[in-house]
């Protein structure tokens, strides 16, 4: 099985400034897809953004972008210019599109922008 | 609003009892997901239906079972109710048989507490 570490269980950041939030994942295959999900207060799951691992660049979703380092199996999301409307669980989900039928997601970060 | 629709929201019931949990697709996705989410954790898998057919198991309980009808709506039925049920079973759908590189679309969650 998948397994996918989220090693931060929370953090905090100052308005207008940068975070980033860590994730490893755990995989023999080599290509699968990751993504980064964003879980408010409302507890509504929402996609940030997703990366496809045959792609080597990182993607990029306005003030959210990763760091894809696939030969060390680590997925960070960073989010610039945090405002408050990102405090929020943050969720990595790692996906192979080959032989599962389901994500798996990291425990979470619970990220907290202070103003 | 995501497009899939999760009811009821919010369900309160004794041990030992019985409930039900209906989801209603985004329009045009074939793949039904059911996730269990406890307090304070990430996401676990449940189980998987594709246009009807069960396609993926995942740590679902003998006690839970579920179905996927010709208009594509799912029913999560949860029986002989334990105090550690309680949880936010979320819902989730897409069009391909695999989750895919667009990832999911999640409902807004079904609020469970056994008391």
């Known amino acids: 099985a998948q397994t996918v570490t989220q090693s931060q269980p929370e953090m905090s950041v100052q308005e207008a400034e940068t975070v980033t939030l860590s994730c490893t994942y755990d995989t023999s295959e080599n290509n699968y897809y990751l993504f980064w999900y964003k879980q408010p207060p409302s507890r509504q799951m929402i996609l940030v953004i997703r990366?496809?691992?045959?792609?080597?660049q990182n993607a990029t979703e306005n003030r959210f972008s990763v760091n894809f380092q696939k030969a060390a199996k680590s997925f960070s999301l960073k989010i610039s210019d945090s405002q408050l409307g990102d405090t929020a669980m943050y969720f990595c989900?790692?996906?192979?599109?080959?032989?599962?039928?389901?994500?798996?997601f990291g425990t979470g970060t619970s990220l907290t922008v202070i103003p | 609003d995501s497009g899939v629709t999760q009811t009821p929201k919010h369900l309160i019931t004794a041990t030992g009892q019985r409930v039900t949990l209906r989801c209603s697709p985004r329009?045009?996705?074939?793949?039904v997901y059911w996730y269990q989410q406890s307090l304070d954790q990430g996401l676990q898998f449940l189980i998987q239906y594709y246009n009807g057919e069960e396609r993926a198991k995942g740590n679902i309980l003998e006690r839970f079972s579920a179905q996927q009808f010709p208009d594509l709506h799912s029913e999560l039925n949860l029986s002989s109710l334990e105090l550690g049920d309680s949880a936010l079973y979320f819902c989730?759908?897409?069009?391909?048989?695999?989750?895919?590189?667009?990832?999911?679309?999640f409902g807004s969650g079904t609020r469970l507490t056994v008391v």
């Open positions: 989730a759908s897409s069009v391909l048989i695999f989750g895919g590189k667009e990832g999911y679309t």
């Open positions: 329009s045009g996705d074939l793949s």
């Open positions: 989900a790692f996906m192979n599109p080959k032989a599962s039928n389901q994500f798996y």
């Open positions: 990366q496809e691992a045959y792609k080597q």
